[in-house]
């Protein structure tokens, strides 16, 4: 008799793990076709067309704009937007972009710093199981080697708080660290995202507001210097104070520095989202960053001129000379 129940109770078993087995196959195939139709090319519908003119600006004459590379990380192009593919790989530029302004040169971002390797063992494990990197020259020693006068340097702008965009913060003591209110805010949350930008104890975060009016389809804007060179717009979603920085030049260039809006010029100039996982694990609120996508895509239409530079997008540098 009890070898009999043993039997029975085996057989039940079996037949529960069977089940398990087939659920967990099912679950397998559903999220394996899920991600399939998350890496398919799904464009967002074309934004109406604007009707702006660009605005008036009078830089200076001594104006001037260098790309400072200071590392990459190693991704494809399926990883950056839906559409892309993983046979296209792409390297991530880690950069800073130098504007030299005759009333103060600004950093937009810092690309990696000299602590970068220790940094990075601060991510979760997760995150630096994918993700591999390759340092260059730090910024600071960039301008260095250029014997750059330091004391012209009034800011570093950060177009956001991530990791790859605060890395060089400790390499500049004494230089105030431009964030909106909404990313201050986030730097000092619990964020992981945000951790690394919240662990430098001697950072001189300077919150900024927007007072100026409309521009180029953006609600409001802060025009730094008052003549039009160099407008931050605000472009929360990536992270809640995510940035734009416009840079117009005496020569006529116009640059748009997007920070990680995208990640590729791919996701303005064909309407392409970050992936679902990727969306998951890096914008705080994917609504906002797709009706700012769109913003932008219908501006980069109207004015096929703008020159687009994700931040991590090395095409964006190219026309820029280094320093």
């Given at each position: 008799m009890k070898m009999a129940a043993i039997e029975e109770a085996w057989r039940i078993a079996r037949?529960?793990?069977?089940?398990?087995?087939?659920?967990?196959?099912?679950?397998?195939?559903?999220?394996?076709?899920?991600?399939?139709?998350?890496?398919?090319?799904?464009?967002?519908?074309?934004?109406?067309?604007?009707?702006?003119?660009?605005?008036?600006?009078?830089?200076?004459?001594?104006?001037?704009?260098?790309?400072?590379?200071?590392?990459?990380?190693?991704?494809?192009?399926?990883?950056?937007?839906?559409?892309?593919?993983?046979?296209?790989?792409?390297?991530?530029?880690?950069?800073?972009?130098?504007?030299?302004?005759?009333?103060?040169?600004?950093?937009?971002?810092?690309?990696f710093g000299r602590d970068i390797d220790q940094q990075f063992q601060r991510m979760p494990f997760w995150f630096r199981a994918i993700t591999d990197y390759t340092k260059a020259t730090p910024a600071v020693e960039q301008l260095a080697a250029a014997n750059y006068d330091r004391s012209q340097l009034r800011a570093i702008v950060l177009t956001h708080a991530h990791w790859d965009h605060v890395s060089g913060i400790p390499d500049f003591p004494n230089t105030p660290v431009w964030v909106t209110a909404e990313e201050h805010r986030f730097i000092a949350g619990g964020d992981w995202r945000s951790g690394i930008a919240r662990s430098f104890e001697h950072a001189h975060y300077e919150p900024y507001s927007f007072e100026d009016g409309p521009y180029l389809g953006f609600t409001k804007s802060h025009d730094v210097y008052d003549d039009g060179s160099i407008v931050i717009v605000p472009a929360a979603g990536h992270t809640p104070g995510s940035v734009i920085v416009f840079?117009?030049?005496?020569?006529?260039?116009?640059?748009?520095?997007?920070?990680?809006?995208?990640?590729?010029?791919?996701?303005?100039?064909?309407?392409?989202?970050?992936?679902?996982?990727?969306?998951?694990?890096?914008?705080?609120?994917?609504?906002?960053?797709?009706?700012?996508?769109?913003?932008?895509s219908a501006l980069a239409a109207s004015f096929p001129e703008l020159i687009l530079v994700p931040a991590h997008d090395q095409r964006g540098f190219a026309a820029m000379p280094s320093l």
């Open positions: 037949g529960y793990v069977k089940k398990i087995h087939i659920v967990l196959a099912v679950l397998l195939v559903v999220g394996f076709a899920l991600l399939l139709v998350s890496l398919r090319a799904s464009p967002l519908p074309p934004p109406a067309p604007l009707k702006l003119t660009w605005p008036r600006a009078a830089p200076p004459a001594e104006m001037a704009l260098f790309h400072l590379p200071a590392g990459l990380v190693h991704r494809t192009a399926a990883f950056a937007y839906r559409g892309g593919s993983f046979s296209d790989k792409r390297d991530f530029a880690m950069s800073a972009a130098l504007v030299k302004h005759p009333r103060g040169d600004l950093l937009i971002d810092t690309g840079v117009n030049l005496v020569s006529g260039a116009h640059y748009a520095f997007v920070g990680d809006l995208v990640w590729q010029r791919e996701g303005i100039t064909q309407r392409e989202e970050r992936p679902w996982w990727s969306r998951l694990s890096a914008d705080a609120d994917a609504a906002e960053v797709r009706a700012n996508l769109l913003r932008m």
